[in-house]
């Protein structure tokens, strides 16, 4: 059997993650997924010393979650995705600022990434989705993220395999692991300076620079909000991150909002392209 022949599978069409990964209104969770990751000392390390999210944030962005949707919607693709990623991170070694070395690829470094992708999905769905997850849609979920895990070459004896193990081996982290670092507080700031965005239409980049002065300071603000919000409580708690009544119920505002305007967008708006695609490519071969 070849190489490509024994490459794991991305999950199902018609699963969880192929209605979720895809859908705009989780753009909004994404920064909460990166700061939980940065939060793990070896992580932020990794990502303060050889990541361009500083000179090249859009670019990166871009990167990332082109990245992400080829793992659920790049069939073929997903595991050629999946090994280049590993390759990317060969190289990626050094000193952490607890003096410990670290490397990208140390399997429970490169387990943590990965996981703390359920639990804020998890969390973001109590927002922004229709309703929260059943306990059924729970464990669909959780089974389809190890599954994406296998296409970047996590090992499974290297994640929990239940939902019922995967909760004591995240407060685990969270309690021995996560906290606070510099680059957690500058992906939080709101006194940065963030170059105006690169990418899209030149008028639009055009308009988007010269506006960029005003913008920035809003945008910086509520990129803050969304990160802490989305943010599972118990992470927020170990990365030391307040959160207020007033800006909890501000929150469930903005989810009540997204909740009524999302589901009406017809699918062009609504789906990233990619997944778009791949959605509309398994309605015609159904058919």
Do not use: C
């Amino acid at each position: 059997m070849s190489r490509r022949d024994a490459a794991p599978a991305p999950p199902p069409p018609g699963g969880v993650l192929w209605s979720l990964a895809g859908d705009i209104r989780m753009l909004l969770a994404l920064p909460a997924a990166l700061t939980l990751q940065v939060a793990h000392p070896a992580v932020g390390a990794g990502v303060d010393e050889h990541s361009v999210f500083r000179t090249d944030p859009w670019g990166r962005g871009e990167r990332s979650l082109r990245s992400l949707q080829l793992w659920v919607y790049g069939g073929d693709q997903a595991a050629e995705e999946g090994r280049r990623l590993r390759e990317l991170h060969k190289m990626i070694q050094g000193t952490d600022a607890t003096g410990r070395r670290y490397h990208a690829l140390t399997p429970a470094y490169y387990a943590w990434v990965h996981a703390t992708g359920y639990p804020v999905y998890a969390h973001a769905q109590q927002y922004i989705g229709r309703r929260p997850f059943t306990d059924a849609e729970h464990r669909t979920l959780y089974a389809e993220w190890l599954q994406v895990g296998r296409i970047l070459g996590v090992h499974d004896r290297d994640m929990p395999g239940t939902i019922e193990e995967f909760w004591p081996y995240y407060r685990k982290v969270l309690a021995d692991e996560i906290r606070s670092n510099a680059v957690v507080e500058e992906l939080l700031a709101v006194d940065v300076a963030v170059p105006a965005p690169d990418r899209g239409p030149l008028p639009l980049r055009l308009l988007l620079k010269a506006l960029w002065p005003v913008l920035l300071p809003p945008f910086a603000r509520f990129r803050r909000f969304v990160t802490i919000g989305f943010m599972p409580p118990d992470a927020r708690e170990a990365i030391g991150l307040e959160w207020t009544d007033e800006q909890e119920r501000k929150l469930r505002r903005l989810g009540r909002v997204v909740r009524l305007v999302g589901p009406v967008l017809p699918e062009r708006l609504r789906y990233l392209p990619l997944a778009r695609r791949a959605r509309a490519e398994f309605r015609r071969s159904a058919r």
